[in-house]
């Protein structure tokens, strides 16, 4: 493991697996909360030929607990930032949950033009019903929260409710999880601050991702899970709002819940070595 600072003076913890010679590279972003260790099941598997990053993002896992930056754009400009440290040039971009809504934000000021592809897990383009939203389009987005819930649960985590935080992750998972993964997904989880992760919280799931969708010029794979707590549907429609997107949904017994990932690598590391294959460093969408 490693550490970048980033131009703000937060430290970043990261760690890069496999050959230093690879074709092409693999940056995983991971959620609300998480820690880049949901992936280390996945990263034998897919570092074997590919140079795969993992990071934890600011006041998540082992990277620095700033009082400031509780912002999607702010993780997004370190994720500029710690490409640049790396020297990366293009990159297979990937972001689980509130990491995918950090690559849409990253996309939305940065462009696509370090992308070699776009890879989103499980994430809604809207996770609100927000006041220009109908009840229709609300649905196809993939809210999950009403005003008055989303408030309810961001001044939960603020109070630092621990029931409240467990109770989310649990609701995330698959029912047959194993009791030693979920108290470590839970002690990850407890990493981050509680009023940080509240303020972080609120921002991200205020965010309308979906004129982003339309102007992602890359190849994407948008990746579901058939019983997640984000509905199929939602991701379905979000692929068909980017062109030429492909879309996989995850059964339970491939772990298709929130987290394929870490319950059940096999399945998702095929998946996607089997996309990022398809798609090599430097070739342009055609």
């Known amino acids: 493991m490693s550490t970048f600072t980033t131009s703000d003076g937060c430290a970043l913890d990261y760690r890069v697996d496999g050959p230093g010679d690879a074709a092409g590279t693999l940056v995983l972003l991971h959620g609300w909360s998480q820690s880049r260790a949901m ?18 993002q600011r006041g998540h896992g082992r990277s620095a607990k700033p009082d400031h930056g509780a912002r999607v754009a702010r993780l997004a400009a370190d994720l500029h930032e710690l490409l640049d440290h790396l020297d990366v040039r293009s990159a297979h971009l990937a972001g689980h949950s509130m990491g995918a809504s950090v690559l ?35 649905a196809q987005a993939g809210a999950i929260l009403d005003f008055a819930g989303a408030e309810q649960f961001v001044r939960a985590v603020a109070a630092d409710d621990r029931d409240v935080r467990h109770s989310f992750l649990v609701s995330m ?6 009791a030693d993964d979920l108290a470590f997904m839970s002690a990850e989880n407890l990493r981050m601050p509680a009023p940080w992760g509240a303020r972080l919280l609120l921002d991200h799931i205020m965010q309308d991702w979906r004129d982003v969708l339309p102007r992602i010029d890359v190849p994407t794979l948008v990746l579901a ?30 772990g298709g819940a929130h987290f394929p990932f870490y319950q059940r690598p096999e399945a998702f590391c095929r998946v996607v ?10 070739v342009p969408l055609s």
Request: hydrophobic share 40%.
């Open 104 to 138: 849409w934000s990253y996309i939305d000021t940065h462009g696509t033009s370090r992308l070699d592809s776009l890879i989103i897990i499980d994430q809604p383009s809207a996770c609100v019903t927000l006041p220009w939203l109908d009840p229709d389009e609300a």
């Open 39 to 56: 992936f280390d099941r996945a990263l034998p598997a897919l570092s074997r030929d590919l140079r795969v990053i993992t990071f934890d």
């Open 225 to 254: 899970g058939e019983v997640s707590h984000v509905a199929p549907a939602s991701q379905a429609w979000t692929a068909e709002h980017i062109a030429g997107a492909e879309l996989r949904t995850f059964t339970p017994l491939e």
């Open 273 to 282: 070595t089997e996309f990022v294959a398809k798609h090599p460093s430097g």
């Open 173 to 178: 998972l698959t029912r047959d999880i194993p």
